[in-house]
């Protein structure tokens, strides 16, 4: 009788296979973000890593599986960074957080795109999504109360998406010279100066 399939989360890996997990969840998310979640395939991962089908399939039962790895990765950092703004012992700044923002989806936006654009069947994986920015919109609703400005359900969506959007262009197009600087002006003035 085979042992049921467990997640790498689930598992206690040595050293070795900790490395060759990471190498697999790096190789896949280079491919997400070069031939977007749906077009992407398992060969494709492998021959990224460098590695055998084997030793893919030893990790993980398809690129599914991987998807919700990164996803989960994706949600712990963004669920950090919602505690950190709401920590006054963090006391970030909205440009502090706009940076941190943006390297989560530096690291992380192929598997945001693929909750954005709908790619994903995954129930698990969704939920990932949906509670990553729900704390983070928690987090800002809470920023924006303590500051004495708006922090309705539309004001709090309409920072979301200058987020959200104001990311994915940057990391899509380099050249187009968006900056946490330059966003972080917007939301000091536009969402915190209404105050």
């Excluded at 598992?11 to 060759?20: S, Y």
């Excluded at 749906?38 to 690129?63: C, N, W």
């Excluded at 994706?74 to 950190?84: P, R």
Aim: hydrophobic content about 40%; some cysteine; charged content about 25%.
């Amino acid at each position: 009788m085979t042992e049921a399939y467990k997640s790498p989360e689930e598992r206690d890996l040595r050293a070795q296979g900790r490395r060759t997990l990471r190498r697999l969840t790096a190789a896949a998310a280079t491919v997400f973000a070069d031939r977007g979640y749906h077009a992407a395939r398992v060969d494709d991962i492998v021959r990224a890593a460098r590695t055998s089908h084997g030793t893919f399939y030893l990790y993980f039962q398809s690129k599914e599986d991987v998807l919700r790895e990164l996803a989960g990765e994706c949600a712990a950092e963004y669920g950090q960074l919602a505690a950190d703004l709401t920590d006054p012992a963090q006391a970030l700044t909205v440009t502090e957080g706009v940076e941190r923002f943006f390297g989560v989806y530096d690291r992380h936006g192929a598997v945001i795109r693929a909750w954005m654009e709908r790619h994903v069947t995954d129930r698990e994986t969704n939920r990932h999504g949906r509670d990553a920015f729900m704390q983070i919109a928690a987090a800002l609703g809470d920023r924006l109360r303590d500051a004495g400005a708006p922090h309705d359900p539309v004001t709090i969506g309409a920072l979301m998406a200058l987020l959200e959007r104001s990311a994915y262009y940057r990391a899509s197009r380099p050249g187009i010279g968006i900056d946490a600087g330059s966003v972080a002006a917007v939301v000091e003035r536009g969402f915190f100066g209404a105050a």
